[in-house]
């Protein structure tokens, strides 16, 4: 059974500080890795999606590398922003599954202080 | 684009009650999902298709009931709620291939009294 977990729990920097998310998965047979953003009340917003063929994607100051045979994912957020506070959910196919059977893991919650 | 839309925001029920929640999409994505989201649990897949007609239990899918007529639509049915039905639902939704990111909607928050 696949199993995500993410470290740490909460995180809280001052604005503008460079900093690391971590996701660990147990199955490294997986189709592709995803990065989400839930601000309170609120759905997931899909940031990177990253395919098993891949190392790494970018979007602006964000960036996501993905280590199958690891089981590890991390996503750089640079020159973090207050209005980069929320949680933050990393995903993984089901073991065995298609790609859109997700299995989550429990989020980090950033907090940046201005 | 209007993207996943659920309804209703939120809604109170009593132990024993039915009830559906509503989960349209119209960005033609072939797969759509229900998660349940609880504090300390994370998401929790409880049904899911991959298209019309076809659907198939996901991780939690007790209590649940699913059917999809239609590509736009997914309700989800609570056939007799449990205060441990108590959460906050999500759809997605995405195209099949590996590529594509899931899409969700805003939620349902659902208390059972």
């Known amino acids: 059974k696949q199993e995500v977990t993410q470290i740490p729990a909460a995180l809280s920097v001052p604005e503008g500080e460079n900093l690391v998310l971590n996701c660990s998965f147990t199955?490294?047979?997986?189709?592709?890795l995803q990065w989400f953003r839930q601000d309170p009340g609120k759905g997931l917003t899909s940031l990177l999606l990253?395919?098993?063929?891949?190392r790494e994607q970018t979007s602006g100051r964000l960036n996501a590398s993905l280590d199958k045979s690891s089981g590890r994912s991390t996503l750089y957020i640079a020159a973090s922003q207050p209005g980069d506070s929320a949680t933050y959910l990393c995903?993984?196919?089901?073991?065995?599954?298609?790609?859109?059977?997700?299995?989550f893991g429990k989020g980090t919650k950033l907090s940046v202080i201005p | 684009n209007a993207g996943v839309t659920q309804t209703p925001k939120f809604q109170v029920l009593k132990t024993g009650q039915s009830m559906t929640l509503q989960c349209a999409q119209d960005?033609?994505?072939?797969?759509m999902s229900w998660y349940r989201q609880d504090p300390g649990m994370g998401l929790r897949l409880i049904h899911y298709?991959?298209?019309?007609?076809?659907?198939d239990q996901g991780e939690v899918p007790n209590g649940y009931n699913v059917s999809r007529s239609t590509t736009e639509d997914f309700p989800l049915r609570l056939l007799s709620a449990a205060p441990s039905q108590t959460s906050v639902y999500f759809c997605?939704?995405?195209?099949?291939?590996?590529?594509?990111?899931?899409?969700f909607g805003d939620g349902t928050r659902l208390s059972i009294l």
């Open positions: 960005m033609n994505h072939e797969y």
């Open positions: 995903a993984v196919p089901y073991s065995g599954a298609g790609s859109y059977q997700l299995t």
């Open positions: 199955d490294s047979a997986i189709y592709n």
């Open positions: 990253i395919q098993s063929s891949q």
């Open positions: 997605a939704s995405s195209h099949r291939e590996s590529n594509q990111p899931q899409h």
């Open positions: 298709s991959v298209g019309a007609g076809i659907t």
